[in-house]
């Protein structure tokens, strides 16, 4: 009887990545990062453990790290234009908008109809002003009515309630069952 001696079970890549979820369950976030930097190192290539080290990293404004997080990602995807979405939407969040851009048209290099490129990059010129050029991002990707609801948050964001109001009405006007447009226009109250 008793154990024998060298057969413990290999770890693995995908155990440090299920150890890293489970930690993640429990919002430990450093023991989850711990896990999936130690799948990473296994297993270079790891698309799932490199996109919660982007999310992580992302949430705890590591910049630095949530972009080589992403870099890895997108590398380990094949240029998956999803994944410059997500390296876009880390810049943008750290206040790079050349950087964050730059993923952007990246990811719509890969695929044109790429949706989450499209819709944060579209997002991220009209919270600059430059509504004409976001309506073309959502246009491409987007319905009429979804177009509009856009614009409305945009412009709910920036404290125009008419502007906003008068976008959700727009939004239902072409698509009379959209309920995030309606629930946004009675948050806003009557005019």
């Known amino acids: 009887g008793g154990f024998e001696t060298g057969k413990e079970p290999k770890v693995t890549a995908e155990t440090h990545f299920a150890a890293g979820q489970f930690a993640e369950s429990q919002e430990n976030i450093g023991q989850a990062i711990t896990q999936y930097q130690a799948a990473v190192k296994l297993k270079p290539d790891h698309a799932g453990a490199l996109y919660r080290l982007g999310v992580l990293y992302t949430r705890t404004k590591q910049w630095p790290a949530a972009e080589e997080a992403w870099k890895g990602y997108i590398k380990a995807t094949g240029d998956s234009a999803s994944g410059y979405s997500d390296l876009g ?36 010129l009209a919270r600059e002003g430059k509504f004409d050029s976001a309506i073309a991002q959502w246009q ?51 005019e």
Not at 93 to 117: F, H, Q, T, V, W
Not at 159 to 178: F, I, N, S, T, V
């Open 89 to 124: 939407f880390t810049y943008q969040l750290s206040g790079d908008d050349g950087g964050a851009e730059g993923a952007y048209k990246m990811g719509i290099a890969r695929d044109a109809k790429n949706r989450p490129c499209r819709v944060n990059y579209g997002l991220m």
């Open 140 to 190: 491409t990707v987007l319905t009429p009515g979804e177009v509009h609801y856009n614009l409305g948050s945009v412009y709910e964001q920036r404290g125009d309630k008419a502007q906003a109001r008068m976008e959700y009405k727009k939004a239902l006007e072409a698509e009379p069952g959209l309920g995030d447009a309606k629930a946004r226009l009675a948050g806003l109250g009557k």
